[in-house]
């Protein structure tokens, strides 16, 4: 007899998915039935699953480089320039210049000149036996060159080439005592040998001196012991009954140029601190222009006010600041600085300029958010003894990252750390564009390109305020850390954009170590890699148009830091290669000398690759935008009412300012008696 074992009624059993997957619990549905007993067991699954992700990765790979390879094929292929001249020097190579028909080289030992027409060497200088480092130059007039260079001590040595001699004029930090030596980091020499600027640094601070360079003296001392010289060697020759020609001497040893004069000495800002002033007034007393606001040092807060400051903006950021870590402020010691042309900013109401000659000079610190503006005026090295304060300040949001200016002066471009770029119209004194990459990169170095304020737009206004066309467009190039490029246009009317126009190598050998443009073409730059690779880009295109190749049997060296300069009066660059060396010759001894190659952009077809824009027609008012129109109107309004500018000279004169510090005084006067009845 049967028997029903069952004493509960039947129920449907939960479903069980401990062994499904977790990414398939949504899809388990898909999943073919007649396949459910062949699924592998734990650990294999694991395995197929990184197996087959390592295969997915690698037809990623496949497929990303087949496009590549594709793309490189599409892609123009750039020319192949090869030097036109080269010549030799007997030791390394260190840095170039070029300055009229000289070509100057620092040499492991010494300078040494060659012509720039043969190539041929002209003379050399080795008597204090130094290492030269850096080396700039600027042409004087009377085939006379002022140069300054750098050498591996960090002795800044200040030279007059004449007659193809080299005159030591002085060493500009040398000191008596060696133990007090102050090494110089970075010089710069102003355009036309007016004025030169050295950075030293010690072991605790940094500072600037700039020096103004007596050229005319130094001219007319040439040419008077250049007369003698030649006197004297035609009287020798006379005298002498040989027939041999004695060389006439270019300059004589005993010839003592004048020294340059210390103009300024500028520090670092320091970091802004309590106030030491007991009210307005003491504040108002001290500030010595109304026309800026200054670093921000004379302000009316205390330091418990700072303390306070401080300590509710590290509770409420207490988490960030112990990720990121805090480090405290520190005085800069390192500095970037211009010489910068006359303009409506730092021009005077009553100053007396030359257009071609620097008026000021623009100083960031690193790491500093301020722009300083300081005047090059001679009544200022009265005041040696004391801080020197900028005459402009340009506070920017963020620490300034690099600055550029054009070649005219007129515009001066900021990068900060943020990756924001401005560029100012220093003579009108406004931002003309305001530009940021958008991208987490940081900012390496930015270049004027052809065309941003050139001389050629320069020549119609004696202070540079530029009759340029109404459709002008400024043009920055802007290299990141890196390597990639971006371009930013900046238009007179309108808004400005920013372009990519090479994106970060994958190759690191394709890394960019320097970049430069080329003036005498439009859009054209000169960039240089780890790999040893010299192309030229054009920027309107994206793309690299040439490259220029030294011979197989010598390469770029050294390849991360080359040695290069373009010769922009000439059209041509010149490169420094190294013969290719094997392992056991390079243990035993390093290069002895250096060959520079020449490469002259008259010998390539480089204008059909880089056509010259044509200038830009002014349309009629009708046809312009509001902008454009709003544009002409103020150009012109400011140029020609005379009237109006006299007012505006007269207004930035001390009356109101004096009347405002002389109402101070008395109200000072009146407290402090008010004080005293109030005692008695």
């Known amino acids: 007899m049967a028997v029903n074992s069952q004493q509960h009624p039947l ?190 640094q010690d072991s605790t601070e940094a500072w600037l001196e700039i020096y103004q360079l007596p050229k005319d003296s130094w001219l007319t001392e040439m040419e008077e012991n250049s007369g003698a010289a030649e006197e004297l060697a035609g009287s020798e020759r006379r005298s002498s009954s040989s027939s041999v020609e004695l060389p006439v001497p270019a300059i004589q040893d005993d010839i003592k140029l004048d020294p340059p004069e210390l103009l300024l000495t ?173 991208e987490e990169r940081f900012i390496r170095s930015i270049h004027f390109l052809y065309g941003s304020g050139s001389d050629e737009t320069r020549g119609a206004d004696p202070v540079h305020c530029g009759a340029d066309p109404v459709c002008a467009i400024m043009q920055l190039l802007v290299l990141c850390t890196d390597s990639s490029f971006y371009l930013v246009r900046a238009p007179k009317a309108g808004k400005s954009s920013i372009t990519l126009l090479a994106d970060r190598p994958e190759n690191p050998n394709l890394t960019v170590s320097a970049v430069m443009p080329v003036l005498a073409f439009p859009s054209a730059v000169l960039i240089f890699c780890w790999d040893g690779t010299v192309s030229l880009m054009n920027t309107d295109t994206s793309q690299t148009v040439y490259c220029f190749c030294t011979p197989p049997s010598h390469a770029v060296a050294p390849a991360w830091q080359p040695v290069f300069t373009v010769d922009s009066a000439n059209c041509c660059l010149l490169l420094r290669g190294d013969e290719h060396q094997h392992v056991d010759e390079f243990f035993q001894s390093n290069a002895t000398h250096s060959t520079i190659f020449l490469y002259d952009f008259n010998s390539y077809p480089l204008k059909e690759a880089f056509p010259k824009k044509p200038d830009l027609h002014l349309k009629p008012m009708q046809e312009l935008q509001w902008t454009e129109r709003c544009n002409v109107f103020l150009r012109d309004r400011f140029r020609f009412l005379p009237e109006r500018q006299k007012v505006l000279l007269e207004m930035e004169k001390q009356e109101y300012w004096d009347c405002l510090q002389a109402r101070a005084a008395a109200m000072d006067k009146e407290r402090e008696k008010g004080k005293g009845e109030k005692k008695q």
């Not at 080289?105 to 200088?125: E, I, N, P």
């Not at 480092?133 to 001590?153: F, K, P, Q, R, Y």
Request: charged share 25%; hydrophobic share 40%.
């Open 11 to 200: 129920e449907i059993p939960p479903p069980s998915g401990k062994d499904w997957l977790k990414e398939e619990e949504e899809n388990f549905f898909l999943l073919d039935p007649d396949r459910k007993r062949d699924r592998l067991p734990q650990p294999f699954r694991m395995i197929h699953k990184l197996v087959m992700q390592v295969f997915e990765n690698a037809v990623e790979i496949i497929e990303e480089r087949e496009m590549l390879r594709e793309a490189q094929k599409r892609k123009v292929q750039p020319i192949k320039c090869f030097p036109t001249a080269e010549f030799q020097v007997t030791e390394r190579a260190n840095c170039l210049a070029v300055s009229g028909k000289y070509i100057f080289v620092g040499l492991s030992v010494g300078l040494a000149a060659f012509s720039r027409c043969d190539l041929k060497d002209v003379c050399a200088w080795d008597a204090a036996q130094t290492e030269i480092c850096a080396i700039h130059t600027s042409a004087l007039g009377n085939e006379c060159h002022v140069l300054l260079a750098v050498d591996e001590m960090g002795l800044a040595w200040l030279f007059c080439f004449h007659k193809e001699s080299f005159l030591l004029i002085k060493t500009l930090n040398e000191v008596e005592d060696i133990s007090q030596r102050s090494p110089c980091v970075e010089v710069v020499l102003s355009r036309g040998g007016d004025y030169a600027g050295i950075l030293l």
């Open 266 to 438: 500028v520090r670092p800002p320091k970091p802004i601190t309590g106030t030491s002033f007991k009210g307005p007034l003491d504040a108002l007393k001290e500030v010595g222009d109304g026309r800026m606001l200054g670093l921000g040092y004379n302000h009316l807060i205390k330091d418990s006010q700072w303390e306070l400051q401080d300590a509710i903006f590290c509770s409420t950021y207490q988490e960030y600041l112990e990720a990121e870590g805090v480090t405290k402020e520190e005085i800069p010691r390192y500095a970037t600085f211009h010489f910068l042309l006359p303009s409506r900013i730092l021009m005077g109401p009553e100053m007396e300029v030359e257009p071609d000659i620097p008026v000021g000079i623009g100083v960031h610190w690193y790491g500093n958010h301020n722009f300083c503006l300081y005047l090059l005026n001679p009544s200022l090295k009265d005041k040696a003894g004391s801080d020197l304060k900028p005459d402009v300040v340009w506070p920017c949001a963020a620490p300034i990252a690099c600055s550029a200016v054009s070649s005219c002066s007129r515009y001066l471009a900021l990068a900060g750390e943020d990756a924001t770029i401005t560029i100012w119209d220093k003579h009108l004194g406004y931002p003309l564009s305001v530009t940021a990459i958008l």
